[in-house]
Structures are given as C-alpha cells and as structure tokens.
C-alpha cells in the first residue's frame, strides 16, 4: 500500500564514492521534490521536477544531481559525497505545487 | 532560509491532555501545513489552511491562522501515546516558485 518508496532504506558510502538514491512513486504526481534533513532539523529542499521541468534551489551544490526518467521514479546523485552530506534524504510528492507533499521513508545516508 | 519558527521546541505532557504547538513565519503565504514525523520516518501531512482561512478542524486537530500576526497553532485535543512525535508547520511562499518552507519542528513526547 506503500505510495513513495525510497531505497535504500540505509545507505552507507566511502567518502568521495558516488552514491545514487532512488524513489518511486505509485500516485502519478506531476511534482517529485528531494529534501535533505539532518538531525533535529527541518527537512530543506534540494530541487524539485515539475512533469520533467528540472527546478534547482539556488544553495543546492552542484555536488547534487537529479534525474527523473519518467513520471514514477526520480533519482538523487551525489557525485562526490563528503562528511557533510550525511543525513537522511526524503522524497516526496505532490499533484500540483500548492498542494499536500506525501512524503517517503527516507534514505539514511552514512559516509565513512 | 527558514521560514516557519515552531514554539515550543519540545513538549511533554501526560496522555489525555491537550497539545498546542505555535509557529511563526515572515513572509506572505499561499497556504500553511502541518506535518508529523515519527522517529526515523517520512513526514505525514495533517492539514492544510489556505491564506484566507482562519480556522480548520480534522479529526482531535485544530488549527488556527492569524495571517495579520503572521503565525499559526496547532492543538492536539485528548493526547494519546501514539501522537509522539515531531511536528512541523511549513509555509508555502506567495508569488514566484512556490515551494514549501519548513520549521525546525516541535517534538511532542506524551506520556501514557
């Protein structure tokens, strides 16, 4: 019954070893949106598709990258991951901007 | 930058009382939400007040919007152990991009 799935649920990484995230949704919302959220803080945004429209926030590094090659599935790249990076990263979904976002699980991130 | 400021921080109450969490924000909204997380989990949408509305009821949820002081409370009526959590309110900015802005959260700890 599970809506947005993430995977993996963990993840652990070496530092500087590319990692890639994933998230699938069965809803066919039109906007997926990745945030990053550490420990006792508010989940930040990273980017965003609306349908295919990439839109990236403007203190996302460029260390980041996204992919969204259809409409159930969009994927989170860190290219190089530093110490920094480690936290969870949650996927969510909406059918237009304004509305409610159904978030996934998370993928807890753990760089070595 | 954050735009909502949840108050306060932490709460402890004993099962059966009443639960008010406040947030502020700075800018205009389009709506404001509240979500709760549960311990190493995604965040679940609870509701969503428009810019015009004043008050909204869900279930033992109510929430009220003061656009003119810019904040926003959420009560939590007959606290069960099951409603600890962490609760967040988020924004969504007005004009432009619209995105979503979260606080840095209340975490809710009802004791049975």
């Known amino acids: 019954d599970a809506m947005v799935i993430q995977n993996p649920r963990y993840q652990v990484t070496q530092f500087g070893k590319p990692v890639t995230l994933s998230c699938s949704q069965t809803?066919?919302?039109?906007?997926m949106y990745w945030y990053q959220q550490k420990s006792s803080q508010a989940p930040k945004l990273l980017f965003h598709?609306?349908?295919?429209?990439?839109?990236n926030e403007a203190d996302t590094p460029d260390n980041f990258q996204s992919r969204r090659p259809n409409t159930s599935f969009c994927f989170l790249d860190i290219r190089s991951p530093g110490l920094g990076d480690a936290a969870m990263y949650l996927c969510?979904?909406?059918?237009?901007?304004?509305?409610?976002?159904?978030f996934g699980d998370g993928t807890r991130l753990s760089i070595l | 930058s954050q735009q909502g400021e949840e108050d306060p921080q932490a709460l402890s109450i004993q099962e059966g009382e009443n639960a008010t969490m406040n947030c502020s924000y700075k800018t205009s909204i389009n709506n404001l939400q509240w979500y709760r997380q549960n311990s190493g989990r995604g965040l679940v949408h609870l509701i969503l007040i428009r810019s015009n509305e004043r008050e909204k009821h869900s279930g033992r949820l109510r929430v009220t919007l003061d656009t003119s002081k810019k904040s926003s409370s959420l009560l939590i009526t007959a606290s069960r152990a099951a409603d600890t959590a962490s609760y967040f309110c988020a924004t969504l900015t007005q004009g432009g991009s619209e995105k979503l802005v979260f606080g840095k959260g209340t975490k809710l700890t009802v004791n049975p």
């Open positions: 969510a979904t909406s059918s237009q901007l304004v509305k409610p976002q159904h």
């Open positions: 598709y609306y349908d295919k429209d990439f839109n």
């Open positions: 809803l066919n919302h039109n906007v």
